[in-house]
């Protein structure tokens, strides 16, 4: 049941859940969305857990995608009190979990940034002294997701270095990156490798294969960059 409807961007909403019986779940874990139409029509997708594991309702964040027919709704239409099917929590490579330790280096292009979140979040919330980085590339200002609360995590006593890139427009003084992240980016950004890292890497196909490969180039051994992508079909 729907609890709470954030709206982060003008395209982007995170949905909060009240679930029943949820057994918890792990940070970069996500859930398959089920939509079923008055017909009997269904459609599915699935979206990555943007809460921390600590938070006993469940958030996932949409971004409205041109003609999608799930995201729409989910974005457009989607009121408080709403219930849907979910079936979760999916996925065991693409986590972090607090014990595991770090440093941690988070890359996230666009929406890609839900589950990483869910790593910040569970980090902030286990207390952990781990370092951490995220390097983000977003169009503009105004699409950055979850804005006010990466500048929060930044400011903490143990904050999270945040590296911003927009990639199509800049507000006026801008002093942060303008283009997409490529290793030139990460070797400024990024933790070296001698000092073990472990990377998770999430967004558009394209873009997380080039950051991978960056990564690799820049001495990450390949085991421990974790990727995760999504296609420019679906909705």
Partial sequence: EV??????TPSVRSIVLDV??????????????????????QAQRSYSI????????VSITVQLLPEGEVSAYLVGELRLGDQFEFRGPIGGYFVWEARMGG??????GGSGIAPLMSMLRHREASGVSVG?????????WEDI?????????????????VFHT????????????????????LSETAWPASS???????????????VASSLVLLGYPATSVKTERFGPTGG
């Fill in 103 to 108: 440093p941690l280096l988070l890359v996230a």
């Fill in 132 to 140: 951490a980085r995220l390097v983000y590339s977003s169009r503009s």
């Fill in 196 to 210: 073990a890292p472990m990377a998770f890497v999430c967004g558009p196909t394209a873009f997380v294969e080039s």
């Fill in 166 to 185: 927009l990639t199509r427009s800049q507000p006026e003084g801008w002093t942060g990156y303008t283009r997409r992240v490529d290793g030139a980016m």
């Fill in 50 to 57: 943007a809460s921390e594991p600590e938070d006993p309702r």
């Fill in 145 to 161: 997701i979850y804005r006010d609360e990466l500048v929060r995590l930044a400011a903490g006593a143990n904050g999270v270095q």
């Fill in 3 to 8: 609890a709470e409807l954030i709206d982060e």
């Fill in 20 to 41: 029943a019986d949820w057994p918890g779940h792990r940070a970069g874990q996500h859930v398959d969305v089920r939509l079923t139409a008055d017909d009997g029509y």
